[in-house]
T-cell receptor, first 108, second 117 residues
Framework: ELKVEQNPLFLSMQEGKNYTIYCNYS?????LYWYRQDPGKSLESLFVLLSNGAVKQEGRLMASLDTKARLSTLHITAAVHDLSATYFC????????FGTGTRLQVFP | DVKVTQSSRYLVKRTGEKVFLECVQD?????MFWYRQDPGLGLRLIYFSYDVKMKEKGDIPEGYSVSREKKERFSLILESASTNQTSMYLC????????????????FGSGTRLTVV
């Protein structure tokens, strides 16, 4: 059974700080997605990573994929309050299997 | 834009009722999925379909069934609703198009928050 482990589950960080969210998975796949979810809302696609070594950046967020280590990271640079949300990684095996999510709270 | 529409944003049903959650996509996607989302458990796959009249069980199919009579519509059915099916339900669609092409990836509906009382 494919397992996707995401950590930390909860992250409280000060504005201006950096941090990384980790996503480990248990099967071979070279396709991984990151989503953002605001309270009461649906999922917003952030990044689609389609090969080993893929790196994508958008604003203060950068995602990478290491398929050999079965690891993806979402790095937050100089956090701002607007980044407060829940972040999910999801492994694509012709269907998406999600991690449990990381609830990020950024405070002044 | 690819659009996935779920018919209801909020639903309140009684225990034992038969409940239909409808999902329609407008991009001619081959694949459709139903997930439920619960705090601390993330999104879990209930059922999915790769073609019309085809269905596959996901990780938590118990208590649910699905119907896909047309390519654009995928219905989730709770045969006899129970309180432990109170949850947020999300529908998604995807395509086998070339990665990077327009429409590639998974698109999610806005969700249906179901409360069973």
């Amino acid at each position: 059974e494919l397992k996707v482990e995401q950590n930390p589950l909860f992250l409280s960080m000060q504005e201006g700080k950096n941090y990384t969210i980790y996503c480990n998975y248990s099967t071979t796949s070279d396709r991984l997605y990151w989503y953002r979810q605001d309270p009461g809302k649906s999922l917003e696609s952030l990044f689609v990573l389609l090969s080993n070594g893929a790196v994508k950046q958008e604003g203060r967020l950068m995602a990478s994929l290491d398929t050999k280590a079965r690891l993806s990271t979402l790095h937050i640079t100089a956090a701002v309050h607007d980044l407060s949300a829940t972040y999910f990684c999801a492994v694509d095996t012709d269907k998406l299997i999600f991690g449990t999510g990381t609830r990020l709270q950024v405070f002044p | 834009d690819v659009k996935v529409t779920q018919s209801s944003r909020y639903l309140v049903k009684r225990t034992g009722e038969k409940v239909f959650l409808e999902c329609v996509q407008d991009m001619d996607h081959e694949n459709m999925f139903w997930y439920r989302q619960d705090p601390g458990l993330g999104l879990r796959l209930i059922y999915f379909s790769y073609d019309v009249k085809m269905k596959e069980k996901g990780d938590i199919p118990e208590g649910y069934s699905v119907s896909r009579e047309k390519k654009e519509r995928f219905s989730l059915i709770l045969e006899s609703a129970s309180t432990n099916q109170t949850s947020m339900y999300l529908c998604a669609s995807s395509t086998y198009e070339t990665p990077g092409a327009y429409g590639y990836g998974y698109t999610f509906g806005s969700g249906t928050r179901l409360t069973v009382v």
